[in-house]
C-alpha cells in the first residue's frame, strides 16, 4: 500500500486546518443542508455524518451535493457495506470507531481516505503495517485521554491521532495543543436538541467558539 492512498486531495491537510470535526448524528435528511451551511459559516468546513441512522448516506449526498465547500466524510463505519454506500453517496473519507481491517482494505484498494479506531499499540501497530499513520482514537476520556495519546506517540513516533469521545468546548483547546492529535472531533456543537425545532444559529454559534478555540491553540 502507498502512504498517498491515504492522504487523497491533501486529507490531512485539511483534517488539521479544520482541527474540530463535528460528529452529526442526522435523523431528518432536510437537517442535511442546514446543518452544513450552519457549520460552514461557523467556521469549521467539515462533518462527519454518522451511520448511526438510516438517513446518513442521504444526507451525505444532500450535503455534497448542495454544499460543495464543506467536507463532508462518514463515520461510525462499521462494515464494507457502509464504507461503499458512503462512498457511493460522495463520502470523502470514513471513520470507524474501531479497526475492521475488512473495512480498512476496501477503502485502501479503493484510494478512500480511512480512519479507523486504533487505540492499543497492537491495532495501531497493524494500521502501521498497512501504512495507516492517522487512527480515531475513542473513546478518548475513557482511554486515557491525553497522556495515552503523548505515550503512544513517543514510541510510534510519527503516528498521529483524532481523539473523540468526551471532547467538549471546555477541553478541546487542551487536546488541540497536544502536536500527537491532528483534529478532535465531537458531537458538542451538533447535539440534536440543539436544532430540533429547525433553528441552526446555535450549531453556528458553537462551531464559531470552536473555530476560535482551534485558532488560539494553534496559532
Ligand atoms: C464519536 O462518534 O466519536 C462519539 O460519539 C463522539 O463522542 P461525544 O458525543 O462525547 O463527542
Redo the contacts with the bound molecule.
Sequence with gaps: MKTEYMNQNGFYEDLSATGVIP?V?LERVEDAVPMARALLDGGLPAA?V?F?TAAAADCIREMVEKCPDILVGA??VVNVEQAKRAVEAGAKFI?S?GCDLETVDWCLEHEVNVMPGGVTPTEIMTLIARDVHVT?F????LYGGIPAMSALASVFVGHRFMP?????AQNVGDYLSNPAIIAA????MV?PDLFADGDFSRVQALAAEAAETVRAARG
Design positions: 460528529v448524528v462527519e454518522t448511526r463515520g461510525t471513520v470507531p480515531k475513542f473513546p478518548a476520556n473523540t469521545g468526551g471532547v467538549s472531533g465531537g458531537t458538542w447535539k
